[in-house]
């Protein structure tokens, strides 16, 4: 590095670390320390020689200072400071010109008319093809808000950069066209994928928004979801209920059958008769009962057009469909889907018939239950009295008759 470039570094270096501007969040020591790096890369990758090389080198440090006193018209501001620093560090007019030329050629859509000024242009926008270049180029759209210039929104300004990227930017020197051309292809690449997925969001969005006062709120999901809970908690309470009946008259009857019946064929136990028949025959009609309370009616499983047209038919429930082919029910549910009303309609039906089941296993549980009972007191005192008047004892203390 020779001397011009070396104070020229440390001169630059001071000038930005002092600027106390926070805004600055791009044009700032990093990406003049990045444009640097590019700068030699490139002459490196040009060969370019020594004395064009710190031409391009100062230009490089140089061509963002004029940030440091104003936004506006900084390539100029930047231009006259390396004249002032180059003519303190006895440069010659001719380098300090080519060092201006090579500053200027970076204002926006300069058209470069030599090699030097080909590789300045696209130093300043090597970022193009590095992978963070997204995240480089987020920082300049929050400076240019921050210091109020532009109030772009992170869409527009994606637009913008793959407008930038695919139509007006273009890489000028050998060296950037086949080592940097690939990255940016990629980055232009990772802009529009963020888009398409940006623009899914957006009409999701935009559906929901759409259909938000159309679907019901969430107490109305609430209340069919926990009412259609509480009648299925219900229907196998009782189907509970029943099958224990089941079970204990099963239980009740095999017994009577295997300990009683067999004893009526004895004559002194003649007293059992009415109260093993009062019992067996009460818990008869308990399994009955029981078993009329769970058993499942039976549906025709078909409806017609006529009945989904004019929203009759409660497609919820199988015993409704059951017998369809698949193409009618699916064209059904498809009309069931397309209409909010008759969503509701159904879902009310499905409520209703569930409960008008509820009611009458209930109702026909609360007499087998009655009848159970009924017939184990009834049982219970016949035994008693049979036993107390007609029993053995009894048969004993009756006078014997003389021949």
């Known amino acids: 590095m020779s001397a ?5 570094s440390e001169y630059a270096t001071k000038q930005l670390t002092s600027n106390d501007n926070p805004n600055y969040l791009y044009h700032n020591l990093r990406h003049t320390q990045r444009v640097v790096d590019s700068v ?3 002459i490196e ?3 370019i020689n020594e004395t064009e090389g710190d031409q391009l080198l100062v230009a490089a440090w140089f061509h963002d200072l004029g940030y440091t006193i104003a936004y506006n018209d900084h390539e100029k501001r930047s231009c006259d400071l390396a004249k002032e620093f180059l003519t303190e560090n006895n440069s010659t007019t001719a380098f300090i010109g080519k ?3 090579l500053i200027m050629a970076t204002v926006k859509d300069y058209n470069p008319k030599n090699v030097l000024e080909k590789i300045m242009r696209d130093a300043d926008s090597s970022h193009f093809a590095f992978k963070n270049f997204i995240a480089t180029s987020d920082l300049l759209r929050e400076e240019l808000v921050s210091l109020g210039i532009e109030n ?3 869409a527009k300004w994606r637009e913008e950069n793959i407008f930038l990227l695919r139509t007006k930017h273009r890489f000028y020197t050998s060296y950037a066209i086949e080592n940097w051309q690939k990255g940016k292809d990629k980055n232009i690449k990772k802009l529009i994928k963020a888009k398409k997925k940006q623009k899914k969001l957006v009409k999701k969005e935009s559906l929901k928004a759409k259909f938000k006062g159309e679907l019901p709120d969430r107490g109305i999901q609430t209340l069919y979801r926990v009412t259609l809970q509480n009648h299925l908690k219900l229907s196998d309470i009782a189907d509970t209920k029943a099958n224990i009946l089941l079970s204990v008259n099963a239980i009740i009857i095999s017994m009577a059958l295997a300990n009683l019946i067999p004893k009526l064929d004895n004559p002194s136990n003649d007293y059992l008769i009415y109260p093993t028949f009062i019992f067996i025959i009460f818990s008869v009609v308990s399994m009955v009962m029981s078993i009329i309370a769970t058993k499942p009616n039976v549906t025709t499983g078909q409806f017609t057009e006529d009945e989904v ?4 038919v409660n497609l919820l429930f199988f015993g409704n469909f059951h017998k369809m082919k698949l193409e009618q029910y699916s064209w059904a549910m498809s009309e069931l889907i397309k209409d909010k009303d008759f969503i509701y309609s159904s879902l009310t039906k499905d409520l209703y018939f569930l409960g008008i089941v509820l009611e009458r296993k209930y109702r026909i549980l609360r007499w087998t239950y009655t009848v159970f009972m009924t017939g184990m007191i009834l049982s219970v005192i016949v035994f008693g009295i049979a ?6 004892d009894r048969v004993l ?3 014997v008759m003389q021949p």
């Open 40 to 42: 030699k890369e490139l």
């Open 387 to 392: 036993l107390k008047f007609y029993g053995p």
């Open 99 to 101: 060092v201006c030329n």
């Open 309 to 312: 047209t004019s929203k009759k």
């Open 4 to 8: 011009i470039v070396s104070k020229a």
């Open 152 to 154: 772009t929104s992170s």
């Open 397 to 399: 203390e009756l006078p």
């Open 45 to 47: 990758g040009e060969h």
